[in-house]
């Protein structure tokens, strides 16, 4: 009973509980008091949280489980959740009238905790990426190999062959020597294709050298300028890196995610992701106790590259590397 009774809750895909008592003793006979147990039970399992009904008793029960939950903390959890989601720290404090610092403390808690107990323990659906390059630094240089031993080799019919070599009728030879021509057609332009991959990925070996070794940020590189490297049209190079992956001993990442464009209107070239490298330091190097603001963080990253940087943009990027803001960050 209780096992049934278990896998019944445990068809919610979020791991909360979707049946109330009243509605389970719709389906079953169950006696008094073996909700309770059971559901005691559940919640006492892992991952802390399931079994909840709600959102708030998710939260709650995790912060039981680790014996951190406090009475600010329930106060928050029961009503300033959607504050805290939209990140409204100066209305709870005024709601509160708690210090700012004590509720930041309580809020990161918060934010710690895992909302979806059960969230990726059941997914069925898991895509494997197979590199079709792979890349392989040698004290010489590097090495490429197309990854594709794995296709089926290809050929022509020798029996086929012979037959519209060798028959004297003028339809059957015609048929033959247009599914000939056809072929032969498909068979340069796969090798065609292979050849122009090879050498997309040895000009992009030279143009990122230092980031495919692990050993420096990405480099600006357009499309453009691999296609005038290798002597394509631009559309030709993003044809052909369409859905391809690439493998090097330090990772394995998309062909698209090496192409960025640089920063207009400066002397040097700088990457997104160079500058988000940068800033990324910047941010883990600082006094904890006074860290920078946005408009520092901007002053000294335009001081460094040699161009003017806006502030949105910076705060765009320490959003997007989940980083808080200067007030949060502070301890």
């Known amino acids: 009973m209780q096992y049934r009774f ?30 309770t147990s059971c559901l005691r039970i559940l919640q006492s399992l892992d991952p802390a949280g399931i079994g909840a009904a709600s959102l708030k008793d998710c939260l709650k029960l995790q912060l039981q489980r680790s014996h951190q939950l406090t009475p600010l ?39 710690n905790l895992n909302p979806v107990p059960l969230e990726g323990m059941f997914e069925t659906d898991v895509t494997y990426i197979i590199p079709d390059v792979i890349i392989k630094f040698t004290p010489a240089g590097h090495e490429i190999t197309l990854n594709d031993g794995w296709v089926a080799s290809y050929s022509m019919s020798d029996y086929y062959v012979r037959m ?15 599914k000939y021509t056809r072929c032969r057609l498909l068979f340069y332009n796969i090798e065609r294709r292979r050849q122009t991959l090879y050498n997309l990925t040895d000009a992009i070996c030279h143009y990122q050298h230092d980031y495919l070794k692990n050993q420096g940020p990405l480099f600006p590189m357009t499309l453009a300028d691999i296609a005038k490297e ?47 490298k940068e800033l990324y330091h910047l ?24 161009r003017t940087f806006s502030r949105r ?19």
């Open 6 to 35: 278990t896998q019944t809750i445990l068809h919610s895909p979020r791991g909360y509980l979707t049946l109330t008592e009243e509605e389970l003793k719709k389906r079953l006979p169950l006696p008094d008091g073996l909700f």
């Open 73 to 111: 903390l329930e106060e928050l959890i029961e009503n300033h959740l959607p504050e805290i989601g939209n990140k409204n720290t100066s209305r709870i404090c005024q709601s509160l009238k708690i210090p700012k610092k004590e509720i930041l403390s309580a809020l990161q808690l918060i934010r």
């Open 164 to 178: 519209m070599q060798s028959t004297t009728d003028e339809s059957v030879k015609k048929y033959f020597q247009t």
């Open 230 to 276: 290798i002597g394509v049209h631009p559309s030709t190079i993003s044809r052909s890196i369409k859905n391809k992956y690439l493998q090097t001993s330090h990772m394995t990442l998309s062909f698209k995610d090496l192409f960025q464009r640089p920063f207009p209107k400066t002397g040097k070239k700088i990457s997104k992701d160079s500058l988000k």
């Open 283 to 306: 941010i883990q190097s600082e006094n904890t106790c006074h860290p920078y603001s946005d408009a520092k963080l901007t002053e000294i990253l335009s001081s460094q590259f040699g």
């Open 313 to 331: 943009l910076i705060q765009k990027y320490r959003t997007e590397l989940h980083i808080l803001n200067s007030y949060e960050r502070c301890k």
